[in-house]
T-cell receptor, first 113, second 113 residues
Framework: EPEVTQTPSHQVTQMGQEVILRCVPISNHLYFYWYRQILGQKVEFLVSFYNNEISEKSEIFDDQFSVERPDGSNFTLKIRSTKLEDSAMYFC???????????FGPGTRLTVL | AQSVSQHNHHVILSEAASLELGCNYSYGGTVNLFWYVQYPGQHLQLLLKYFSGDPLVKGIKGFEAEFIKSKFSFNLRKPSVQWSDTAEYFCAVNAGGYNKLIFGAGTRLAVHP
């Protein structure tokens, strides 16, 4: 069964550094998402992406964040200058239609020191 | 703003006990409802979903959920839990034509043999 994959599984970075989190969505899916879960808190929506542009973003997704689909398979989340409060598990998801079931990747645990 | 409430944060049961996890959402229009499960060390997986039709939906591993529109609820049930059901359970909704999922805080279920 096809799966969403994410790399790396764990990323440790210094405050102020840039990080890029990578995702490979399911191949025939058209909609891509990033969510995050700070330890002990809810899973929160960050951004959705369709047809090579952002279709929706949350208040969390400020100018420090960007997303890109650099080729036909990868979907990346970049955090330009990480802050301590960016430490969280970041989940990528994809689906074939906007409100269809979203399939989640295993997550990247980001630790900002 | 849309929100999802899961009232039980931690549930401890013995094997063969019955399970009911509460989920309420706040949105007056058409909603799609989901229960996801996260087993220890694994990614979010879909248990079941409700889009329309029969309000009693059956999912994988013997789980079911009932959509009660008048109560804005989508409670998850299983008549007899197993040790392998130990996991965190998340209720989620998308609504208003938006693709993003709004998650509840999750319920951590521990099943003792």
């Amino acid at each position: 069964e096809p799966e969403v994959t994410q790399t790396p599984s764990h990323q440790v970075t210094q405050m102020g550094q840039e990080v890029i989190l990578r995702c490979v969505p399911i191949s025939n899916h058209l909609y891509f998402y990033w969510y995050r879960q700070i330890l002990g808190q809810k899973v929160e929506f960050l951004v959705s992406f369709y047809n090579n542009e952002i279709s929706e973003k949350s208040e969390i997704f400020d100018d420090q964040f960007s997303v890109e689909r650099p080729d036909g398979s990868n979907f990346t989340l970049k955090i330009r200058s990480t802050k301590l409060e960016d430490s969280a598990m970041y989940f990528c998801a994809s689906n074939s239609g906007g409100t269809d079931t979203q399939y989640f990747g295993p997550g990247t645990r980001l630790t900002v020191l | 703003a849309q929100s999802v409430s899961q009232h039980n944060h931690h549930v401890i049961l013995s094997e063969a006990a019955s399970l009911e996890l509460g989920c309420n959402y706040s949105y007056g229009g058409t909603v799609n409802l989901f229960w996801y499960v996260q087993y220890p060390g694994q990614h979010l997986q879909l248990l079941l979903k409700y889009f329309s039709g029969d309000p009693l939906v059956k999912g994988i591993k013997g789980f079911e959920a009932e959509f009660i529109k008048s109560k804005f609820s989508f409670n998850l049930r299983k008549p007899s839990v197993q040790w392998s059901d130990t996991a965190e359970y998340f209720c989620a909704v998308n609504a208003g034509g938006y693709n993003k999922l709004i998650f509840g805080a999750g319920t951590r279920l521990a099943v003792h043999p």
